[in-house]
């Protein structure tokens, strides 16, 4: 048996077009983080580094198969959680510039994969092919709790439509954005993708 995210998961990761509200558990992920504008020569290196530990860790995993409570799966999706740097929260106008942009980018991985496991994958990954930002690279557990979250089609820079109906939801539902911070969840490939056809999980935390 194969746990494949799309089917097994869709409550998490294949929301419907109108906001809705969502309880996230703690998983863990592959982390980096970074900041500037995510259209620069530099940011699908970020990218590549998770992809390359993600596949890394579930191609030892069949060869070894020791884990208690393993099964395949597919390679979870890249997300992302976006932020603006300190000295743009203090000019911010409603108008974002990309190069104030502070990111996380992550992948989950299975439940029952440990810290020396991973680590041990990103050594074997760092001796094959050596890549500074697999320094910069974190295994951790997050717990996002009570958001809303919608599945934003077309461009990303039309996302704010999206998150104005996510916000208004909120209202009605008595529920407030905890910060401007949000995630992302890419489900399609950009580079092979035609951008009205993008589908993007959108998320952000929120309280009552």
């Given at each position: 048996?194969?746990?494949?995210?799309?089917?097994?998961?869709?409550?998490?990761?294949?929301?419907?077009?109108?906001?809705?509200?969502i309880e996230i558990p703690e998983y863990k992920f592959l982390t980096i983080t970074g900041e500037g504008n995510p259209?620069?020569?530099?940011?699908?290196?970020?990218?590549?580094?998770?992809?390359?530990?993600?596949?890394?860790?579930?191609m030892n995993l069949k060869k070894e198969g020791t884990f208690e409570g393993y099964m395949d799966y597919t390679v979870?999706?890249?997300?992302?959680?976006?932020?603006?740097?300190?000295?743009?929260?203090?000019?911010?106008?409603?108008?974002?510039?990309?190069?104030?942009?502070?990111?996380?980018?992550?992948?989950?991985?299975?439940?029952?994969?440990?810290?020396?496991?991973?680590?041990?994958?990103?050594?074997?990954?760092?001796?094959?092919?050596?890549?500074?930002?697999?320094?910069?690279?974190?295994?951790?557990?997050?717990?996002?709790?009570?958001?809303?979250?919608?599945?934003?089609?077309?461009?990303?820079?039309?996302?704010?439509?999206?998150?104005?109906?996510?916000?208004?939801?909120?209202?009605?539902?008595?529920?407030?954005?905890?910060?401007?911070?949000?995630?992302?969840?890419?489900?399609?490939?950009?580079?092979?993708?035609?951008?009205?056809k993008l589908k993007t999980v959108l998320r952000f935390k929120v309280k009552k």
């Amino acid at each position: 048996m194969k746990n494949e995210w799309r089917k097994k998961e869709k409550k998490i990761y294949m929301p419907g077009n109108e906001p809705e509200v969502i309880e996230i558990p703690e998983y863990k992920f592959l982390t980096i983080t970074g900041e500037g504008n995510p259209n620069s020569k530099f940011f699908p290196e970020f990218i590549k580094v998770l992809y390359s530990i993600s596949y890394a860790i579930k191609m030892n995993l069949k060869k070894e198969g020791t884990f208690e409570g393993y099964m395949d799966y597919t390679v979870y999706p890249l997300e992302g959680v976006w932020d603006i740097n300190k000295q743009a929260k203090k000019t911010f106008k409603g108008i974002i510039d990309k190069k104030d942009l502070i990111f996380k980018l992550m992948i989950r991985q299975p439940g029952f994969v440990d810290d020396e496991f991973v680590k041990k994958v990103i050594d074997q990954t760092q001796d094959k092919k050596p890549n500074e930002l697999l320094e910069s690279v974190k295994f951790e557990s997050i717990k996002e709790g009570k958001c809303i979250q919608i599945m934003h089609l077309g461009s990303y820079d039309k996302e704010n439509e999206s998150f104005s109906l996510m916000e208004e939801f909120g209202k009605k539902e008595s529920l407030f954005r905890v910060s401007k911070k949000h995630r992302e969840i890419y489900l399609s490939d950009f580079r092979r993708v035609r951008t009205e056809k993008l589908k993007t999980v959108l998320r952000f935390k929120v309280k009552k």
